[in-house]
């Protein structure tokens, strides 16, 4: 496995990290506990070490899944994970990055997670209501006891960025990122590259469509939230088969799979770039990492790109009261 550094912070982590949402909580049931345990504890016999969870994942569950998981190798991994979400009767219901609760959300992560510092601490998403200079000074007060190592952000906009940058360097910023959604090459890359911040793409597989395993007919359980994303309505899966298909051809002339190449494009972009696919299956998990090892040449993205930019990929990538909440 690679080793990536995120910006210019020093914080080292494996080229691809683990996105473990999905075992706990967005795409159905949660995996049984001790066949997730064994998923990440492979991922980490394969090189992994970057880890990713939130407490809202669950909520709480994940977070006290990766604390018991990673407990004989606490030291030798790098967990993130993110505050800023209300919960009211075990449910999302809004934002809420006042200092008290961001402190609240260390104290209580740090139990779940079976740790005395969390590795990276991001902001979930941006509270309108909490000055981002006052989020980034009580992140800067946890840094500065012990309990934080590093500082992140997630879907935030530009001037947000800049602006808790200039209060506690910001280590990296989480969006979603992949060749169906590339919208933040337009003006976070470019700022992420100015002022030193690693990204961390999340979906890089694009929720999984770009795997090739999904199509047109395929059912999702009742629980899993893509049934609400507009990029996935049946009408839009069938538009937008032609981008899988142009993924398999490509693939297919690589001696790879689709889910490598659209891994190894985004490993291509840039070197403090650390994409965070999930999965609850090994041979996934397995397939994933190997896209470590495909290596794409300037001909090859250029194809890729020019074959892209042929292709208008049809649908949100959010519904829109989640939209609304990417960019501020």
């Not at 809420?96 to 260390?106: C, F, G, H, L, Y």
């Not at 992140?152 to 209060?167: D, M, Q, W």
């Not at 999930?278 to 020019?306: F, Y």
Request: aromatic share 8%.
């Amino acid at each position: 496995m690679q080793r990536r550094v995120l910006g210019k912070s020093g914080l080292e982590v494996s080229g691809l990290g683990l996105g473990c949402m999905g075992l706990s909580f967005g795409y159905g049931p949660a995996t049984e506990k001790k066949d997730a345990i064994k998923l990440i504890r492979r991922a980490y016999e394969l090189g992994v070490t970057f880890f990713d969870t939130a407490e809202v994942y669950g909520p709480y569950a994940n977070e006290e899944l990766l604390g018991e998981a990673l407990a004989p190798f606490r030291g030798q991994v790098v967990i993130a994970t993110k505050f800023g979400f209300k919960l009211e009767n075990g449910a999302m219901a809004g934002t809420d990055s006042r200092p008290e609760t961001i402190r609240a959300v260390a104290e209580a992560s740090l139990r779940r997670l079976k740790t005395d510092a969390i590795d990276l601490f991001y902001q979930h998403r941006v509270d309108p209501d909490v000055p981002i200079e006052v989020v980034a000074g009580t992140v800067k007060e946890l840094i500065q006891e012990g309990k934080v190592k590093h500082f992140g952000l997630s879907e935030a906009g530009v001037g947000t960025i800049r602006k808790a940058h200039a209060v506690q360097p910001v280590t990296a910023l989480q969006s979603e990122y992949s060749l169906w959604w590339r919208e933040p090459e337009q003006d976070i890359m470019p700022t992420l590259d100015e002022l030193g911040i690693g990204f961390v793409p999340f979906s890089p597989l694009g929720k999984g469509f770009l795997t090739g395993k999904i199509d047109e007919n395929t059912a999702f359980d009742k629980n899993d939230f893509r049934n609400k994303v507009p990029r996935f309505s049946e009408e839009n899966r069938r538009a937008n088969q032609a981008l899988v298909d142009l993924l398999g051809r490509m693939a297919n002339e690589r001696n790879a799979t689709a889910a490598q190449i659209a891994l190894a494009w985004l490993l291509a972009q840039k070197p403090w770039i650390v994409p965070i696919p999930g999965t609850t299956k090994r041979h996934r998990l397995e397939e994933n990492l190997a896209a470590v090892e495909v290596s794409l040449t300037a001909s090859d993205l250029k194809d890729i790109n020019d074959a892209v930019a042929r292709l208008e990929v049809q649908g949100a990538h959010y519904p829109e009261h989640l939209q609304k909440m990417v960019g501020r």
